[in-house]
């Protein structure tokens, strides 16, 4: 009987679950996306309910297309939207109000607040983390805060936080295992990345009881086992990283200095750093890669909010095409973007400005400016956001990235990776496999389950499907960045009261 490892994407936008195989290619694929919800400008929730049905019912689709039961899966691992925030009922499973997504802007006020009073040095050099909205910390602060009940219920012990690994796997578990993976804890603003514990200062500082926090654990290694209703049988949970993380693994960047870009529905540039943690001076942030048989890794990271929503974007609120794919082909119908700029700072800008206040913009439009010129300039945005992290990224360690290995759904884009190679300046290197998100969950629970002996196994798994050369001159460049770096000024500080 042929076995496989189920690797459970639960992206911001869709749910997914990959079969794997030894090889690391996929054998079976289920998608689906689900609700956004947007109470008011600037805030962005799910339903946890509907991620876990969602999540569910894409695990049951992947195994019914290869005509599969619980027994064809060794092991399950989890790669996830990170830093949204779930509370919910332990008695009934229930979350008591919908999750705080990860880019909601509702709590920038309150960091604000926490900056005035001076804590962001102590907050970096504990969580290695900015203040900053984008965190679940303020979030889960917000729900106790706000939701009536809450911090009384908290505080008896009936309520428990998690992010949506910890969801998942509670959920799987049938209410059993209340866990986190170092990598997803540490982007909290609450755990402590040097003694990998939850800060008992921060805590007692934002008033979140500790009580309602899961065990941090490292992010390969058998979790529990699925409750027998869901897939028929007991299938070991054992591996979990945050998306980002997960995917810097499944590039097989395993040493210090390797690098991966994802496009997903934001962008992240991860540097390993090895064992020990480098803090920034241009506003990356210090995270944990993962933790896998005593040892935890750490990386570098620059965070765009935006990146292939922005596509998204195009496609359901503006409807200029009907499916993301389209946007390679409109692109590449104009010879530039004639002048057009995109920002697409819809929930603020993430690495290196943090500013909660800026939002998105069109500039730069004159008569001639037609739908594929708005088009381009969206695409064109995803890679001035990578050249501005790659740009922080190099004077923060000393070192020049001499080419990028990419991944993530838009990594598909010919048209974007031709124009990130030239916008760099650097060979762009896109793997066969560029669902390397969930690879990575794949290959951290294949490693606790013995499906895979060790990295060697994985190392042969990577292989290149295309290199991109920039063919771009040094005046164009020039020329073209000078433009983004202006777009990009107009919007700061732009919703501040
Ligand atoms: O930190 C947010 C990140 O984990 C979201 O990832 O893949 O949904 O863009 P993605």
Redesign the pocket.
Known sequence: MNTYIMALDQ???SCRCILYDRQGRPVSTAQKEFRQIYPHAGWVEHDAMEIWSTQMGVAQEALLKINGTWKNVQAIGIT?????TVVWDKKTGEPICNAIV??CRRTAEYCDELKRRGLEAAFREKTGLLIDA?FSATKLRWILENVEGARKRAEAGELLFGTIETWLIWKMTGGRVHVTDYSNAS?TMLFNIRTLAWDEDILRELEIPACMLPEPRPSSEIYGRTDPNIFGGPIPICGAA???QSALFGQTCFEAGEVKN?Y?????LLMNTGEHPVFSENGLLTTIAWGIDGTVNYALEG?IFV???AVQWLRDELELLSDSDQSEQMAERVADSNGVYVVPAFVGLGAPYWDPYARGAVLGLTRGANKNHLVRATLESMAYQTWELLQVMARDTGQQIVALKVD?GASANNFLMQFQSDILDRPVLRPKCIET?SLGAAYLAGLASGYWKGRADILENWQMDRTFKSNMTSEKREQCLKGWKKAVKCVLGWAKR
């Open positions: 992206g911001t936008t996830n939207q990170r830093e949204t990860w880019q984008y982007r945050g998306d980002q994802t997903g529905t934001g962008g992240f965070s990146s292939g929503a993530g998100t």
